[in-house]
Each structure stands twice: as structure tokens, then as C-alpha cells.
């Protein structure tokens, strides 16, 4: 007799871990590219603390949710005191803190390190992860750098047979097997920035992984493989009040699968801010964020789906809580980041 929950969770654990879902999705992550490059640890002149929720697909029963935490900081009391200036028209602090690009420098050379710590859960499968990254920033020219960023850590995978109900219950395939897996966790990247664009390269998963949930290894074998992020966006400074900033994300997990997200952003007098985005054959997005003060960022976006699953899921929440410590400069919001 066909194992039928055996299969259903198969499906699901590859959806999840083999293809589009091997990692979390992230409406925000131009907000936070540290989720998906470590090379950006440590680019601001503060400690960036950040966390995130994120419901996907709401209303249906075990789809994916998401919480992450992240935290990244400078190394150097060199570069916490400098950095992007703030002035207005006349040479004098600019309290929106918008930078035009005639201000800007570059950031000094420095270090950064970080630390990521992901929860994401869809049904009975439940992936975790705990890493810490490091970054290098090189100063390329008076106006540019070009940082280099690793991250290692490790990824807990875990299917709990509790949620499950199949019709044998005594199924040795679900119920004597080995549920639980822990996996190293190798990423690198590179980002360049500059007043008015950027652009990061990303790969995870460095080190692929066979995952086996049943102990004699001839059941459920999904793949971890290496996947593929590149990012890139410009800025328009329209006038002292307005920054433009449209991006894009190209995804790519193996020959037979590419995605990719086209967002924009305008931020007003650099307080509140307005967005939208769009992600290849899956969903539309409105997103918005307000920058409250020198300490503390709030961001909340919604997806629209545009799968085929638009009939039964009531969209996909996601919020994020950003908090800025050690801001000596007193930023409102990045300044080196979209």
C-alpha cells in the first residue's frame, strides 16, 4: 500500500528544502541583505539589530512561518566616528540626514562581524539556523568600497512525527527513521557600494548536503545545494526630501530554477517611506516603514499571491524592528544600504 502522508511530506520537504523554499523568502530583504549576503556585515557606523516575522500565505493550514534575528556591527573606533556625511545646502548638519551624493565618502577600511539566527517552519518540517558572519571593506575610491564577507555556521532540519497521522502507525518509514539533521552551514559574498548604486553577489549553501530521515538511509533523501543571489539597485536623489532607490534580486538554485524580484522605494525626508514589489510567477507587494527616531525603524510589508495558491491563502504578512545602537552619528536609517 502506497505510503500517502509519507508522499505528502516528501513533496513538502522538497518544496521546503529542495527547490524554491530551500531557504526562507523575504519580502524585505533589501531592508536587511544580510539575511541572504554576509558581505554587507558591519557597513554602517552603528550596531544593526534587527527582527523580523514573517507569515506566509496566511489562512492555510501549516504554511510557512518565518522569525529571524540578526545583529551586525563595525570593528573600529576609527570608523564608528566617521562616515557618510549629513549636511544640508549650506554646509550645516542636515536633521532628515538625507545624503546627497556630492557629500559622500567612503567608508574607512574596516572589519565587521554578525551573527544570524533563522527560524522557519511549514507544516510538520522545521528548519533552524545559527551562524556567525565577517566582512572585510576595502576603500576603492574616494567615493566607493568594495566589501568581502563569509558566513559558517549550522542548520537543524527537523520533521515532527507528531503532526503527522498516517493510517499505519507503527509505519516504520516515519516513525523509526532519523528526523532530526544538523548541517554545517558555509556562505560567501561580495557587495560594492557607492553613493548611487550598488551591487552583491551572494552563494549559500557552499557544502551540499544529503539529508536522510530514515536511519537506514534508502527513504527520503532531499539535497541541500548551493544557491545563487544577485542583487543590484540604484538611487535617485530627488532633491534634499526624496530618495528613489528601484532594485532588483536574480535567484538561481540550479539550471532548471531562476526567479527573480524587481522592488522600489521612495523614502520621504528620510522619516517615512513607501514601496512595492514583485516577485516572478508568485506575488505582489506593498510595502511602507517609518523611521522613528535615532534608536528605532519599523517596517511592514504585504504579498498578494499569484500562484495558483491566490484561492486559498489570504496573502503574506512580514514586519521587521530595526534598532540602532551605539549611533554616535545619530542616523535615522541606513546610510549605505538601499
Not at 576609527?78 to 549636511?87: I, M
Not at 551573527?115 to 510538520?124: H, K, M, N, T
Not at 516603514?289 to 503574506?316: E, H, K, M, P, R
Request: charged fraction near 10%; hydrophobic fraction near 40%.
Amino acid at each position: 500500500m502506497k505510503r500517502v502522508v509519507l508522499k505528502i511530506f516528501i513533496i513538502l520537504l522538497s518544496l521546503q528544502v529542495a527547490l524554491a523554499q530551500q531557504k526562507p523568502q523575504y519580502t524585505q530583504y533589501f531592508l536587511n541583505p544580510l539575511l541572504l549576503n554576509p558581505a554587507v556585515t558591519g557597513i554602517e557606523n552603528y550596531t544593526d539589530v534587527k527582527a523580523g516575522y514573517r507569515s506566509q500565505w496566511a489562512g492555510i493550514d501549516g504554511a510557512p512561518v518565518t522569525t529571524f534575528l540578526t545583529l551586525s556591527m563595525p570593528l573600529g573606533k576609527n570608523y564608528l566616528n566617521s562616515g557618510a556625511k549629513q549636511l544640508d545646502a549650506n554646509g550645516n548638519a542636515d536633521p532628515r540626514g538625507n545624503i546627497l551624493p556630492d557629500n559622500y565618502i567612503a567608508s574607512i577600511p574596516h572589519h565587521g562581524i554578525g551573527l544570524i539566527i533563522v527560524s522557519d517552519q511549514a507544516g510538520p518540517i522545521s528548519q533552524n539556523n545559527i551562524a556567525v558572519t565577517y566582512a572585510y571593506h576595502l576603500t576603492l575610491t574616494a567615493k566607493s568600497n568594495l566589501a568581502l564577507g563569509l558566513m559558517a555556521g549550522f542548520s537543524h532540519f527537523n520533521i515532527n512525527t507528531l503532526q503527522l497521522n498516517p493510517e499505519n502507525t507503527l509505519d516504520p518509514a516515519i516513525f523509526n527513521g532519523k528526523n532530526s539533521n544538523w548541517e554545517p552551514d558555509l556562505r560567501a559574498g561580495i557587495w560594492y557600494y557607492n553613493p548611487k548604486y550598488f551591487i552583491g553577489l551572494s552563494v549559500t549553501e557552499l557544502l551540499p548536503q544529503s539529508l536522510y530521515f530514515v536511519s537506514n538511509n534508502t527513504h527520503v533523501q532531499p539535497k541541500i545545494v548551493p544557491q545563487l543571489y544577485a542583487n543590484a539597485g540604484m538611487k535617485f536623489f530627488l532633491g534634499n526630501d526624496m530618495i528613489f532607490t528601484p532594485s532588483v534580486l536574480l535567484k538561481k538554485v540550479d539550471i532548471a530554477s531562476f526567479s527573480f524580484d524587481v522592488n522600489a522605494k521612495i523614502l520621504f525626508k528620510n522619516i517615512f517611506w513607501l514601496g512595492g514589489s514583485y516577485r516572478h510567477n508568485n506575488s505582489f507587494s506593498a510595502l511602507t516603514g517609518i523611521n522613528v527616531n535615532t534608536f528605532i525603524n519599523i517596517a511592514y510589508s504585504y504579498d498578494i499571491t499569484t500562484s495558483s495558491l491566490n484561492t486559498l491563502s489570504n496573502g503574506s504578512h512580514e514586519i521587521m524592528l530595526s534598532i540602532l545602537l551605539n549611533n554616535k552619528l545619530k542616523h535615522t536609517s541606513s546610510k549605505r544600504l538601499p
